[in-house]
Each structure stands twice: as structure tokens, then as C-alpha cells.
């Protein structure tokens, strides 16, 4: 079983949903990474928490909104967003918020704008 | 630029071969790790290997092994005698010391598809 567990696994909503992606580590890690995966692209890095706080927004817009509510739970708060939004959004923990630390990712959630 | 290369998009070998991932990464900086991991159709990335700009010494696990070599920047991953579980995506990446945040370069990945 998987560390960092993610829900949904799949969503579809459509361009004036609200939903709400969710990730839950049970690792015991003080970072938490949302990171989103397109077709044929690199990973992209979206938001970085370290212990509960915010500390990287690599330029995402403002219909992608992030909360970290503990060190053990992150969420993914999206509201008008567009298709090419679709892709798997994946979340990943570490020990801490260092370069040598290995990342633990979840399953990813695969979301479709429609 | 891309600090990451992995020119092979997709690969397809038959059970048995021995098959070679190739990774390529830029950066400026002495210091920095480098990371192999696996991408299996579940979804999640599961980490390999990570190795530091100073050890320079192969490694291998079981049947992967990896050549590190500074003086032409690359990280390369070889599976031998693959096995259909091997079926993935292989995604390599670089995280360099300077970085103020925890940011991880990776690569467009490798589809290897293992055929029985």
C-alpha cells in the first residue's frame, strides 16, 4: 500500500465545476509537493508546503488553489478551469524540504475539463 | 533549455533483452543528485536510485545498474534481461544544490514497453 494516497483517482467535471483534489501521506513527512503531469511534457511543479506552510508557487493560476489544513493532508481546490487543465495531477511527500531527499509520490489523479 | 533529457520517448524490447535508458542533464552547479525513477501503469512514481555529483562509482541493483558519467553529463539506466513488469515509464531527474525550494528537474520520460 502506497504512503501517499490520493482522491480521486479519475474526475471530470466541467469548465464552472468546483472540485476539490486530495492527498493524504501517512509517512510521517513535513513536505508536501503537487506536481501535474501532461502528455509528452516534464513533471511540472505546481505548489511546495513545508510544514504546513507554502514556501514555492511556480506561476500557477489562480484556478488552481492549494491548502494544507496539517502535514499529513494537502489539497487541490480547482474552480473554472479550462481543458487544457486535463492531465494527472500528482502529489508527493518528502522527509523534509531538502534537494537530496527522495520523493514518495501517490497514484495521481487524472482530471478531464470538459 | 531543458535541464533534462531523455531522447529516447519510447522504447520496445522483446523479454530477455537487456534494454538502456538514456538521461542527459545540464547544470552549473558542483553539487547536485541525480534520480531514476519508475512510472508504472498504476500511476505512481517510484524512486530507483538517487546518486550525488561526487560518487561517480556505478551501482547495480539486481538486474538494473546505472553509469554515471560527469564528463559527458549523463545518467543512464540499464535493465537487463527485462522482464514484462518492467513495463513503464522511467523518468529521470535532477535536483541541484543552489535551489532555495525543492525543486526537482525531470526529464519527458521513457515508455518501455516489454514484449512477451
Known amino acids: 500500500e502506497t504512503g501517499v494516497t490520493q482522491t480521486p483517482r479519475h474526475l471530470v467535471m466541467g469548465m464552472t465545476n468546483k472540485k476539490s483534489l486530495k492527498c493524504e501521506q501517512h509517512?510521517?513527512?513535513?513536505?508536501m509537493y503537487w506536481y501535474k503531469q501532461s502528455a509528452k511534457k516534464p513533471l511540472e511543479l505546481m505548489f511546495v508546503?513545508?510544514?504546513?506552510?507554502?514556501?514555492e508557487n511556480n506561476s500557477v493560476p489562480s484556478r488552481f488553489s492549494p491548502e494544507c489544513p496539517n502535514s499529513s493532508h494537502l489539497f487541490l481546490h480547482l474552480h473554472t478551469l479550462q481543458p487544457e487543465d486535463s492531465a494527472l495531477y500528482l502529489c508527493?511527500?518528502?522527509?523534509?524540504?531538502?534537494?537530496?531527499?527522495?520523493?514518495?509520490f501517490g497514484e495521481g489523479s487524472r482530471l478531464t475539463v470538459l | 533549455a531543458q535541464k533534462v533529457t531523455q531522447a529516447q520517448t519510447e522504447i520496445s524490447v522483446v523479454e530477455k533483452e537487456d534494454v538502456t535508458l538514456d538521461c542527459v542533464y545540464e547544470?552549473?552547479?558542483?553539487?547536485?543528485?541525480l534520480f531514476w525513477y519508475k512510472q508504472p501503469p498504476s500511476g505512481e512514481l517510484v524512486f530507483l536510485i538517487r546518486?550525488?555529483?561526487?560518487?561517480?562509482q556505478n551501482e547495480i541493483s539486481g538486474r538494473y545498474s546505472w553509469n554515471f558519467q560527469k564528463s559527458t553529463s549523463s545518467f543512464n539506466f540499464t535493465i537487463t534481461a527485462s522482464q514484462v513488469v518492467d513495463s513503464a515509464v522511467y523518468f529521470c531527474?535532477?535536483?541541484?544544490?543552489?535551489?532555495?525550494?525543492?525543486?526537482?528537474?525531470f526529464g519527458t520520460g521513457t515508455s518501455l514497453t516489454v514484449i512477451p
Open positions: 508527493a511527500s518528502s522527509q523534509e524540504m531538502r534537494i537530496t531527499g527522495e520523493l514518495f
Open positions: 509517512l510521517g513527512h513535513n513536505a
Open positions: 508546503y513545508s510544514l504546513e506552510e507554502r514556501v
Open positions: 547544470t552549473r552547479d558542483t553539487t547536485y543528485y
Open positions: 546518486r550525488n555529483s561526487f560518487d561517480e
Open positions: 531527474a535532477l535536483s541541484e544544490a543552489r535551489n532555495t525550494g525543492n525543486q526537482f528537474y
